[in-house]
């Protein structure tokens, strides 16, 4: 198996999963899209999920990344997750595939595409988690526990960026990265 082969059936597996889901996708469709036949797709994903589990897996890949590009040594911590956030929420809303997860969730509750999306907001946290730990080291915010703050931020992230739009308007990014400011990162900074 090439290389090349395995990068075709996960594009179109990432394109199949963003146009129909997790449930309205086929192997069938797949290898279809991906121009192999059925048993060459078999060969090289055993199921639907195995597939699934990997074309995630690059997406967060992809996530983290723009993460770890979104950091400046010039900037201060709080800036940094900021930016992070910022950054963060832009490749969200250009993935359609995110996109039809989070429609899959609340419409039919997949438990496949749950697992998919815990995995998401698991990894960003462990990102933040990762930088608050450096921070405290560092002496740039007090000591505090990462795994309940990298949690909150991520949260907070979602309730902002997410649900708050379910039935409301969509708030400004300036206003979100203001409120996660106002609300999280302000309490973290050393007193002087």
């Not at 597939?51 to 590009?69: P, T, W, Y």
């Not at 709080?78 to 809303?93: A, G």
């Not at 899959?104 to 697992?115: F, S």
């Not at 400004?172 to 990162?185: A, C, G, R, S, T």
């Amino acid at each position: 198996m090439t290389t090349d082969k395995k990068t075709a059936i996960l594009r179109s597996a990432a394109e199949a999963f963003a146009l129909f889901g997790y449930k309205g996708t086929t192997m069938d469709q797949v290898a279809k899209m991906a121009n192999i036949g059925k048993g060459t797709l078999y060969t090289i994903f055993s199921s639907k999920e195995e597939l699934f589990d990997e074309v995630i897996s690059r997406v967060i890949a992809k996530v983290i990344r723009v993460a770890q590009n979104a950091i400046s040594h010039e900037r201060s911590f709080q800036e940094n997750i900021l930016m992070i956030l910022e950054e963060v929420m832009t490749f969200r809303k250009k993935s359609k595939l995110l996109d039809k997860l989070l429609q899959e969730i609340r419409i039919a509750g997949t438990p496949v595409a749950e697992k998919a999306q815990k995995r998401y907001e698991e990894a960003l946290e462990r990102f933040i988690e990762h930088l608050l730990q450096d921070a405290i080291q560092k002496g740039e915010i007090v000591s505090c526990d990462t795994k309940i703050v990298s949690y909150a931020i991520v949260r907070l992230y979602i309730a902002l960026t997410l649900e708050w739009n379910r039935t409301r308007p969509p708030l400004d990014k300036e206003v979100i990265k203001q409120y996660i400011n106002l609300l999280l990162l302000n309490g973290l900074t050393p007193k002087q």
